[in-house]
C-alpha cells in the first residue's frame, strides 16, 4: 500500500497516493496544492535525503502543512514531493489520475508567488483591491493545469505571497471567469488548449484526468501527436459518441 506518513514534516502529514491506494475506502481527509513552480522545488529524494528543509521551495510545504491544520487536516499532498518522478511508471499513473485527486480533495490551496498584499498609498483613490491587479495578470493562470484545479476540486483557495487567504473560487468567480474565460461552455466545445505549460505535450496531458481517459505519456512526440492521440482517445466508441476541440 503506497500511503505513506513522511516523517520530514510534523503534523499535519504529507500523503502519496496511488492508483492502488484509490481502491480503497480508508483515504483519510487531505489538502492539495496548486501553485507554479519555481527554483529549489523540494523532490522525494530531497525529503528523503535531508536536503528539503534547506531548499527554497520548502516555504511552500509549511504553509500548505500550517494551512491544512487550520483547516483541521491531518494530511495534505505537494505534487512536487509526493510523486517518485524518477519512477516513470508512478509519475505516468500521477498524471492519468491528477484529476480525480484533485477532485477528492478536501481543500485545495492556490499558492500565488506573485501577488503580494501591500498597503495602499494614501493618494490612490482606487476602490480595487491592493492585490486585484497582480492577482489578474498572475502567471498561474497560464498554466495548463490550472484548468483542472480550479475545476476539479469542490474547495479551491486562494493563497498570496505573504500566505494571505484572498478569497476562494466561489467568492472570486467574477475575477476568475474575466481572467479565463473558463465557462461551462468551455467543457461542451470552446477550445482548451489556451492554457500554457513548460513542456509542450503537456496541453494534452493535463486533460487527461478531465476527460476521464488513459493513454501512454511520450515525451518528445511533440504537441500536435499528443493531442491527436487525446483526441483519438476521447472519440473512441467506449467514451461516448462525442466531439470535443482541443
Known sequence: MLLRRLKSYQKPFLL??????EQCSDIPEYAILSHRWGAEEVTLADLTNGNGKRMA????????GEQAKRDGLHYFWVDTCCIDKSNSTELAEAINSMFRWYQKAAKCYVYLSD?????????????????ESAFRVSEWFTRGWALQELLA?????????????????RTLERQVHEI???????????????????RKEDKAYSLLGIFDVYMPLIYGEGRDNALNRLREEINKPSKGERTISV
Open 153 to 169: 476540486p469542490r474547495s479551491v483557495g486562494f493563497f498570496s505571497r505573504e500566505r494571505e487567504q484572498l478569497g476562494d473560487k
Open 57 to 64: 521551495g520548502y516555504s511552500k510545504l509549511q504553509f500548505c
Open 16 to 21: 502519496r497516493i496511488s492508483n492502488l491506494v
Open 115 to 131: 501577488v503580494s498584499i501591500r498597503k495602499r498609498k494614501a493618494s490612490d483613490t482606487s476602490t480595487e483591491c491592493t492585490w
Open 180 to 198: 479565463t474565460g473558463i465557462t461551462v461552455s468551455a467543457l461542451q466545445g470552446s477550445p482548451l488548449s489556451q492554457f500554457g505549460t513548460t
